[in-house]
């Protein structure tokens, strides 16, 4: 008997690289490309650009900045998942029968989708924007100027709850990147030791109620003495770099609820106000990126579907991701999370739980004081700020949240009266 052996050539025989690349294999089913200057992308792709937001965009690069590859646009797992951009979009929009990325839906920049094992995710593409060659004529989010009375504030700001719209393309949320205008109320609350030079670090969330106010937890008093210079940055996804929808405003005085109390088990009434530095009684802007969260009106049901925001730590990163996330949990109901195998008897009328008994999507560390929002009546309110919790996405222990309908009147007296004030530097 004769044995026919045939060659079965490497990921990289023939060179699958582009302009020159260098091809490396990857174990037996994949490759990666070592790209000269300019040239970038999973085959070293020419050195293509996008202008604007990248809606224009008909490049090749197919990508993510993570090096993850791109899926077809037509791929059976992307319409499997109940996922059809092309359901949504026409073909101006650049989507094919091919994986370059594409911003069909009015993102900041272009994107694509990746798989994970049987999960699928999106993020952005490895692709930059192109140089200016000369003074651009397109509009960019901007911040509106001061005003010169109080009541400015109150007509930036008066629809609370409405996140930047979108064009109907299903994506995939469960602690995964937010996209711009998403969660436009989210806080990053940042400190520094006072008078230094020192960079100001991301400590804790907040939310964005008023122009000049955020609703955050109780973590700020569990700070040492020495950070003291706070600030607020808010409008922006992204923690190591400066973007342009972002707006920093320091911290005037800080208020703590009266009551507030720590035990070995629970927190008790864990909730604060920030009240920002500003002019004529205006702080923040409002802009498409920068907007109030609704303060609930009344309790919403259990099992209602909500969403957590924050750059807590994730189940791939125990320090915090640099890039807002967001995700969605459910309202449990009191009696079940104050069962002997979850909390028992240590929660009361100021805290609720939410998320998935069988453990997960979770808030985690550096979420702390970030908001929990829920659809009231079209309208997007706080209803619970991340509090607390046994660990991160463990097994019959959900994350407890301050539940803020029970301090509406509490918000309303500081807010209107701004008694109560603590100053930062006591």
């Not at 950070?227 to 929808?245: A, R, Y």
């Not at 409002?286 to 969260?293: G, H, I, L, P, R």
Request: charged content about 25%; hydrophobic content about 30%; glycine content about 10%.
């Amino acid at each position: 008997m004769f044995h026919y052996f045939q060659c079965i050539p490497g990921r990289c025989n023939p060179n699958p690289c582009l302009n020159n690349g260098v091809c490396e294999e990857k174990g037996k089913k994949n490759f990666k490309c070592d790209c000269p200057k300019p040239f970038k992308g999973r085959k070293c792709e020419k050195d293509d650009c996008y202008e604007d937001n990248g809606e224009s965009y008909r490049g090749n690069v197919s990508e993510t900045d993570d090096g993850k590859e791109c899926l077809y646009w037509n791929s059976h797992f992307i319409l499997e998942k109940g996922v059809n951009p092309f359901s949504s979009f026409e073909d101006e929009d650049g989507l094919g029968p091919h994986n370059f990325c594409r911003n069909p839906d009015g993102d900041m920049m272009p994107w694509c989708f990746f798989r994970r094992g049987r999960k699928l995710l999106w993020d952005y593409c490895d692709v930059t924007e192109c140089p200016d060659e000369a003074p651009s004529t397109s509009a960019k989010p901007t911040a509106a100027q001061p005003t010169s009375n109080a009541t400015a504030a109150l007509e930036q700001f008066s629809t609370c709850g409405k996140p930047q719209p979108k064009k109907p393309i299903t994506r995939i949320y469960g602690g995964l990147k937010a996209i711009p205008g998403a969660q436009p109320w989210q806080v990053s609350l940042q400190v520094r030791p006072k008078g230094s030079n020192q960079l100001y670090r991301h400590i804790c969330g907040g939310v964005l109620i008023k122009s000049c106010w955020v609703l955050t937890i109780h973590i700020l008093y569990n700070t040492k003495h020495e950070f003291i210079d706070m600030q607020v940055v808010l409008g922006g996804l992204t923690l190591n770099s400066e973007e342009p929808t972002e707006q920093t405003l320091q911290v005037e005085e800080a208020i703590k609820h009266e009551d507030y109390r720590e035990t070995p088990s629970a927190v008790y009434n864990d909730i604060a106000l920030l009240r920002l530095k500003g002019s004529n009684g205006v702080c923040a802007h409002e802009t498409q990126f920068v907007k109030t969260a609704c303060l609930p009106d009344a309790p919403l049901n259990d099992g209602t579907e909500c969403t957590i925001s924050g750059w807590g730590a994730t189940e791939n990163s125990s320090y915090g991701s640099n890039h807002l996330l967001d995700a969605k949990v459910m309202l449990i109901s009191q009696e079940k999370c104050s069962e002997a195998k979850i909390y028992g008897s240590v929660l009361d009328d100021t805290m609720f739980c939410a998320g998935y008994l069988q453990g997960g999507v979770d808030s985690c560390q550096g979420d702390s004081g970030g908001p929990l929002t829920c659809d009231q009546n079209s309208t997007h309110v706080i209803y619970g700020l991340v509090s607390w919790g046994d660990q991160c996405g463990r097994k019959n222990k959900p994350g407890v949240y301050t539940r803020v309908t029970h301090f509406l009147d509490w918000i309303k007296s500081k807010t209107e009266t701004n008694g109560c004030v603590i100053k930062l530097c006591l």
